[in-house]
């Protein structure tokens, strides 16, 4: 629920082509992405969205870019970004030394 509240996101059809680098370097929008089309994704429900009648699926991928398909990589990229931050900071705590004698 935290990631709800991480800050302003921008949905990804709505970034300049190119900025979406920094859309794919976001834990947040990994998250976000896993979240919400684990839970919605499959539901084939009609809503009315902005005027217009679509289903859940249609809508997250219409609006947010977010397809069920694409959960096993949000899995990957999810399990990756800890195992990343965890070697960059075990590398760098061992050959940045910034005390001085």
Request: with cysteine; net charge neutral; proline share 5%.
């Amino acid at each position: 629920m935290l990631n709800l509240f991480c800050g302003f996101t921008i949905p990804k059809p709505q970034i300049p082509k190119w900025w979406t680098w920094a859309y794919y370097l976001c834990p947040t929008s990994w998250v976000l992405n896993g979240m919400l089309s684990s839970q919605y994704g499959d539901i084939d429900k009609e809503i009315s969205a902005f005027g217009k009648a679509k289903t859940v699926s249609a809508f997250l991928d219409d609006y947010f870019g977010f397809d069920h398909d694409f959960l096993g990589v949000v899995g990957i990229v999810l399990i990756i970004f800890p195992i990343l931050f965890a070697s960059l900071f075990a590398y760098f705590i061992g050959e940045l030394n910034f005390q001085r004698r």
